[in-house]
């Protein structure tokens, strides 16, 4: 089994920063692509950023220049970093990666944290 834990959520006023993390643990192998998703209260999840194995990352166009994602592979944890934050980034905010676990066969399988959730006040 995999479990996938975030931290770093919290309250935070407009213009403020936070930093999320989400610590992979288990039965790895190797980590693919890695994603940070969220969803606000009444809407949809979306996509906020990805990043792939060798470091590329994307990101949606609402956090474009304030949000950067990485990894740090020998840990298997990934980080959101989110400056100027705006009352419209208020959501909980879930990590998803791309898990090659180890069984008889190698399997990639997706996993998703439980998410932790980001207030930001205006």
């Known amino acids: 089994q995999v479990q996938l834990v975030e931290s770093g959520g919290g309250l935070v006023q407009a213009g403020g920063s936070l930093r999320l993390s989400c610590a992979a643990s288990?039965?790895?192998?190797?980590?693919?692509?890695m994603g940070w998703y969220r969803q606000a209260p009444g809407k949809q999840m979306e996509l906020v950023a990805k990043?792939?194995?060798?470091?590329?990352?994307d990101y949606a166009d609402s956090v474009k220049g304030r949000f950067t994602m990485s990894r740090d592979n020998a840990k298997n944890t990934m980080y959101l970093q989110m400056n100027s934050l705006k009352p419209e980034d208020t959501a909980v905010y879930y990590c998803?990666?791309?898990?090659?676990?180890?069984?008889?066969?190698?399997?990639?399988?997706?996993?998703w944290g439980k998410g932790t959730l980001v207030t930001v006040s205006s």
């Open positions: 288990g039965s790895i192998d190797d980590i693919k692509a």
């Open positions: 990043i792939t194995t060798g470091g590329s990352t």
């Open positions: 998803n990666a791309d898990v090659v676990v180890v069984e008889t066969k190698p399997r990639l399988m997706d996993y």
